[in-house]
């Protein structure tokens, strides 16, 4: 994902949060200095990592709105993040059907050994 398009995201996910305007600036702000240096070419790995980035900036240490804002939007991407590799989990857990080749192998083994059985 593309450095200005995980803002962009990151700030449509704080408008839905109702966040404060300070918060919305800060993204602004860093959004605007993305897209002057090249952001959009610039890869991150996944939003969460970039908004517990935005909490370690000196506007956010130095006003607590802007990092309850963050902390709000943090939390419900680990959520989200939890609840994802839970649904892979299950999915990978799943038993998978046997193909045909394993009983014909098996049919055949039978027919060559009917004792064994």
Request: glycine share 2%.
């Given at each position: 994902m593309y450095l200005t398009d995980a803002l962009q995201r990151?700030?449509?996910?704080?408008?839905?949060?109702?966040?404060?305007p300070?918060?919305?600036?800060?993204?602004?702000?860093?959004?605007a200095t993305a897209q002057r240096a090249g952001g959009d070419q610039a890869q991150v790995?996944?939003?969460l990592e970039l908004v517990r980035r935005l909490m370690r900036t000196?506007?956010?240490?130095?006003?607590?709105?802007?990092?309850?804002?963050?902390?709000?939007?943090?939390e419900q991407l680990v959520q989200q993040a939890a609840q994802a590799a839970a649904a892979r989990?299950?999915?990978?857990?799943?038993?998978?059907?046997?193909?045909?080749?394993?009983?014909?192998?098996?049919?055949?083994?039978e027919r060559r050994n009917p004792e064994e059985s």
């Amino acid at each position: 994902m593309y450095l200005t398009d995980a803002l962009q995201r990151i700030r449509q996910r704080l408008v839905e949060n109702r966040a404060r305007p300070e918060t919305l600036a800060l993204v602004d702000s860093v959004l605007a200095t993305a897209q002057r240096a090249g952001g959009d070419q610039a890869q991150v790995r996944s939003l969460l990592e970039l908004v517990r980035r935005l909490m370690r900036t000196p506007q956010a240490n130095s006003n607590i709105v802007i990092y309850d804002d963050l902390a709000v939007l943090e939390e419900q991407l680990v959520q989200q993040a939890a609840q994802a590799a839970a649904a892979r989990a299950q999915e990978e857990e799943r038993p998978l059907p046997k193909p045909k080749k394993y009983y014909r192998q098996l049919k055949e083994r039978e027919r060559r050994n009917p004792e064994e059985s």
